[in-house]
Nanobody, 125 residues
Framework: QVQLVESGGGLVQPGGSLRLSCAAS????????MSWYRQAPGKERELVAS????????NYADSVKGRFTISRDNAKNTVYLQMNSLKPEDTAVYYC??????????????????WGQGTQVTVSS
């Protein structure tokens, strides 16, 4: 059974920090790019950060550059999002996503991807 389980969310004051974790199981973790998305009420889901295994490439939304850091530990099947200098506009449900790397995708059928259930992050004084 494929599972992505996020943890580490909660309530934090502006300027504070949180570290989110996403534990993966049921698939070959190293074959998937990992990403964090977030969605606030009434807003579209947006990509926050992503990381690949091949080449160690990362990318970030402009709104979080310099504040958030994505990392992964393939030995632990876990991806992390370190969030510093948090702002009220960072408040959202944060979701973990796994998408099969293009090197392993044959181009037939639906490209495998998986989602976690989300974890709430609230930044408020």
């Amino acid at each position: 059974q494929v599972q992505l389980v996020e943890s580490g969310g909660g309530l934090v004051q502006p300027g504070g920090s949180l570290r989110l974790s996403c534990a993966a199981s049921g698939f070959t973790f190293s074959m998937y790019a990992m990403s964090w998305y977030r969605q606030a009420p009434g807003k579209e889901r947006e990509l926050v950060a992503s990381i690949t295994s091949i080449g160690g490439s990362t990318n970030y939304a402009d709104s979080v550059k310099g504040r958030f850091t994505i990392s992964r530990d393939n030995a632990k099947n876990t991806v992390y999002l370190q969030m510093n200098s948090l702002k009220p506009e960072d408040t959202a449900v944060y979701y973990c996503n796994a998408r099969l790397l293009s090197a392993y995708y044959g181009g037939l059928g639906r490209r495998p991807d998986y989602w976690g259930q989300g974890t709430q992050v609230t930044v408020s004084s």
